[in-house]
């Protein structure tokens, strides 16, 4: 399904998601953000960890091809194999970091998503086999449909809402 994804319409669509994560950051009370329960034994500060390890991954492979380089080693260690072996690692590598810089990091990846995109012909956004990790969708495609984001509105946003109503 490519089809032509304007520059403009991609990068407003990372300030309409950049503003939708500031709405959701506004909804968690600054002291609930070390609360456990959103996930399992998770607190919000460690779910925010999570998707924004992933997040960076994604974004240093953007990065890489922006450069025409290849794909860089995942900042966990390659010999973890499976997801939640990722996931753990990325859990134990931010339990200690403080909630505020984490959450200003997870604000500062929309703004390196955005500067990535700027750096990219918009012809490359629309193109549906120019990053093979994306399965054959289209960079531009895939921010626009918000499935870019999919991490975080259908795998923890709803554990994120169910959690701030069970706690109001």
């Not at 600054?30 to 994604?58: L, M, N, Y």
């Not at 970091?97 to 629309?126: C, Y």
């Not at 984001?149 to 109503?165: C, K, S, V």
Request: charged share 30%; glycine share 4%; hydrophobic share 40%.
């Amino acid at each position: 399904m490519a089809h032509s994804a304007s520059s403009s319409a991609v990068l407003e669509k990372i300030e309409a998601e950049k503003a939708q994560w500031e709405e959701l950051l506004s909804e968690v009370d600054g002291h609930r953000v070390d609360e456990p329960g959103v996930v399992g034994d998770w607190t919000f500060k460690d779910v925010v960890a999570h998707i924004s390890a992933w997040r960076q991954r994604s974004l240093d492979r953007l990065e890489a091809a922006s450069r025409s380089e290849s794909s860089p080693a995942p900042r966990w260690p390659i010999a973890l194999d499976t997801d939640d072996e990722v996931n753990a690692w990325i859990y134990e590598a931010n339990r200690d970091r403080s909630a505020n810089d984490v959450l200003r990091e997870s604000r500062e990846l929309f703004d390196r998503l955005r500067d990535i995109v700027q750096a990219f012909p918009e012809s490359e956004l629309s193109e549906p086999t120019r990053f093979e990790w994306m399965d054959g969708q289209a960079l531009g495609a895939a921010i626009l449909d918000s499935s870019y984001f999919g991490h975080l509105h259908d795998e923890h946003e709803p554990d994120i809402r169910n959690w701030l109503a069970a706690g109001s």
